[in-house]
């Protein structure tokens, strides 16, 4: 089938014809949109991925340096029309000479400073809404697409701004617990109890990881611990910091697969086909549970020759001055002056470099570690114990769990409460906003009490510390136009017959590998092994693969539409649902086999390089390099085990 008629195809079948004997030009017009509404995808995608800074505006200081440069030249040019006014040729000479020497000098000088602009980074946000406004003023997307992709179709269950309810209203949740600085204190204790043992502390550094992922979502792991293993590695002489940063990235993109709430791709697909938060987690428990524990395997097996045995931890003061501001060296802190600019997603990462939650870790190896020859690690391990506890507030701490683990609980609960005829259950983005609301009045009531104990006691010796503001600033605002332009993008490509097109060359591949199905079996709604096998690997390949070309997020909204086309429906109702899983699968594990696989990769690259990692320890070839080896088989794993529990429940 060719691409017109399949266009063709799809735009009558929704309807959207205004008549069926439609002329070749509007054909050719249309055909024209749907080309270019591809291209801008393409193009937005780029930009995602590669977030491109591009200069808008001069700053006031280059333009101070220009109005100097301006001066500077007038006046050479009113002192040599001096000269050749009254003095002799000799004088002419030596000056002209001394101004040829001295203007390229002072002229560079000035020009070093010319080139400082206003930035503005073409992200994820930024990209995506310039690119709704191209489609909209090249006619491509018209105002019921556009309500389609903000708002959901009636009758479907996936609407967008449910997704960014159930997300960012979780995100406060999860990062208001990471504020009182719990898990700092958990991984500090973690250090301690591993005895300076390098593989102990491996271990339990992967297992914290693997558990908080659960709980939480594979970004708040990301955000905390990244720069504690930063940290802890830049404090040792012998500690390499690549199995501990790549391990706890990966694990947590693999155990985010567990519950709904690990990963926004996860959000995205259970609520596109009606799973609630106990169903995901039954089908999901399994493949996340094995592919967590072989993940672990190979990456201690991989990493095992390269982890001490003995933590040696660095002993000069001035070596540890230099490691507590790695990212702060002269040229950087001129750049940032000048220029404002810093790498993708920055404000994230400064924020949470601001936080004393999770910069405790490093005042308590750096400057309570021992300086002298005569300290021992145990005086070390006891002053790392004392900064962590100083660092935790324990009251917010408890409150803030239970108030999570109660989220999930009742996440579970609802799932199985039914109401009506219908059966519907209460949407799960009802019972985050109820804790959000929760966590939003506990803040409000912690910062109120803050602020009436500055203003009774009249003094400013401790700073006004907004809880609330701290939550704020390490949310994730730019997912919200992220989202809901990228749904309305994968609409229009609904709309012009592109997911129904890479619908029917992925059902093909499928039937392909399935073998030969007999006509009775079929007839009965029964599937072969083969098929099933077929389903489920080629979508958990495919997915994973698709993840590192056109990023996870809008590979999961394009992908989660492929599946629902009409096109894929020529596959039998077992093969879809292996289809389904097989995506939440791809999703996650895609993240694993290069950095721009997910937004996540970028931003922890963004993070390594902020707290003094350089890129010839960890760059894009060094994480493709274990990506490679590792994830292929973690998706193989999971892969099969979701085939298994086909094969027994269905």
């Known amino acids: 089938m060719s691409f017109s008629t399949a266009a063709r195809g799809s735009f009558q079948s929704q309807h959207l014809l205004s008549s069926e004997n439609s002329s070749s030009t509007s054909t050719s017009h249309y055909t024209f949109h749907a080309w270019f509404c591809m291209a801008v995808f393409i193009v937005d995608i780029v930009f995602i991925i590669g977030a491109p800074r591009i200069p808008i505006f001069p700053t006031l200081h280059t333009w101070k340096r220009w109005f100097q440069w301006l001066q500077f030249k007038l006046f050479r040019t009113r002192q040599n029309s ?37 930035h503005i980074d073409l992200d994820m946000s930024w990209a995506s809404v310039i690119a709704i406004v191209v489609l909209l003023a090249s006619g491509t997307l018209d105002w019921n697409n556009m309500k389609i992709g903000l708002l959901g179709a009636e009758g479907q269950h996936l609407q967008p701004y449910s997704i960014l309810l159930l997300f960012m209203s979780l995100s406060y949740v999860c990062v208001s617990l990471d504020v009182t600085g719990l898990f700092s204190y958990i991984a500090n204790w973690i250090i301690k109890k591993s005895n300076y043992n390098g593989h102990k502390l491996f271990i339990w550094f992967s297992l914290f990881a693997s558990v908080l992922t659960i709980f939480t979502s594979n970004d708040i792991v990301i955000l905390t611990l990244t720069p504690i293993c930063c940290y802890m590695c830049l404090s040792s002489r012998n500690l390499d910091p690549v199995p501990y940063v790549i391990s706890q990235f990966f694990l947590a993109n693999v155990w985010s697969v567990l519950l709904e709430i690990g990963n926004p791709t996860n959000v995205i697909v259970a609520l596109a086909y009606e799973l609630n938060f106990l169903v ?83 005042n308590a190896l750096l400057e309570d570690s021992p300086n002298t020859a005569g300290n021992t690690m145990e005086e070390a391990s006891s002053h790392l114990s004392k900064s962590s506890t100083s660092s935790l507030d324990v009251k917010s701490a408890v409150v803030k769990s239970v108030a999570l683990l109660l989220c999930l609980v009742t996440l579970s609960v609802t799932s199985l409460i039914k109401f009506g005829d219908t059966g519907e259950t209460i949407p799960p983005w009802i019972v985050t906003c109820s804790f959000f609301g929760f966590s939003l009045i506990y803040d409000f009531v912690m910062d109120s009490l803050q602020l009436f104990r500055i203003y009774y006691r009249k003094t400013m010796k401790k700073p006004f510390d907004s809880l609330i503001w701290k939550v704020l600033v390490r949310l994730p605002w730019k997912i919200i136009p992220f989202i809901l332009s990228m749904f309305t993008i994968v609409q229009l490509l609904n709309y012009y017959g592109w997911t129904d097109l890479l619908a029917k060359k992925a059902a093909e591949i499928i039937i392909t590998l399935s073998g030969n199905q007999s006509p009775e079996a079929l007839a009965e709604g029964k599937t072969s092994v083969q098929a099933i096998l077929a389903a489920t690997m080629v979508m958990s390949y495919l997915s994973s693969l698709a993840c ?63 707290n003094g990692i350089t890129n010839k320890q960890v760059n894009y070839f060094t994480f493709l390099k274990y990506g490679l080896i590792i994830t292929p088989i973690v998706i193989l794993v999971g892969s099969f085990f979701i085939f298994i529990e086909l094969l027994i429940f269905e």
């Open 280 to 362: 995901y987690s039954k089908w999901m428990a399994l493949p996340a549970i094995s592919s967590g524990t072989v993940c672990f395997i190979l990456l201690y097996i991989f990493f095992y020759s390269s982890i001490p045995k003995k933590i040696e931890l660095v002993h000069d003061a001035q070596q540890n001055e230099e490691i507590r501001v790695p990212h702060q060296s002269r040229e950087e802190l001129e750049e940032a002056s000048a220029q404002q600019e810093g790498p993708p997603s920055s404000a994230i990462v400064d924020s949470l470099n601001n936080d004393p939650a999770s910069n405790h870790l490093s």
């Open 82 to 118: 001096d000269d050749d006014t009254g003095v002799n040729d000799s004088d002419n000479n030596e000056n002209s000479n001394e101004n040829n020497n001295s203007t390229p000098s002072s002229s560079s000088l000035l020009f070093n400073h010319l080139v400082q602009f206003y």
């Open 548 to 610: 590192n070309v056109i990023n996870n997020q809008p590979m999961t909204i394009l992908f989660t539409s492929v599946i629902s086309s009409k096109e894929y429906k020529i596959l039998t109702p077992v093969q879809r649902k292996g289809s389904m899983f097989s995506l939440i699968l791809g999703s996650n594990f895609g993240a694993n086999i290069t950095l721009f696989g997910a937004l996540a990769g970028i931003m922890f690259l963004s993070i390594l390089r902020q």
